[in-house]
């Protein structure tokens, strides 16, 4: 099993940037794709990026496609998600997630989730 815990997560200025982290721990890291998603309230879980297992291809949603970059330090057993230009409608709990298989858009592909952090996008 793999263990995944979220952080950075905060108040952030329209316009502004943050930076996400995802530190996993348990079974091998490096085996796995990451995506994130996000959930604001009243509405689904939604994906946000994936990467592959090794860093080298990555997918993301339109909504952000341009403004968050999703990246992976394999040595470090941490994912990442830099996102900037944030817009009110960036508001949402991110969770990270690890995916067995090959990384995908479908939350249904993850197998193991972390707790989520709040990001919260004000004027």
């Known amino acids: 099993q793999v263990q995944l815990v979220e952080s950075g997560g905060g108040l952030v200025q329209v316009g502004g940037s943050l930076r996400l982290s995802c530190a996993a721990s348990g079974r091998t890291f490096t085996s796995y794709a990451m995506g994130w998603f996000r959930q604001a309230p009243g509405k689904e879980r939604e994906f946000v990026a994936a990467?592959?297992?090794?860093?080298?291809?990555?997918y993301y949603a339109d909504s952000v496609k341009g403004r968050f970059t999703i990246s992976r330090d394999n040595a470090k057993n941490t994912v990442y998600l830099q996102m900037s230009s944030l817009k009110f409608e960036d508001t949402a709990v991110y969770f990270c997630?690890?995916?067995?298989?090959?990384?995908?858009?479908?939350?249904?592909?993850?197998?193991?989730w972390g707790q989520g952090t709040q990001v919260t996008v004000s004027s």
């Open positions: 997630a690890a995916n067995r298989g090959i990384f995908s858009v479908a939350a249904g592909y993850y197998d193991y």
């Open positions: 990467v592959d297992w090794s860093g080298g291809s990555t």
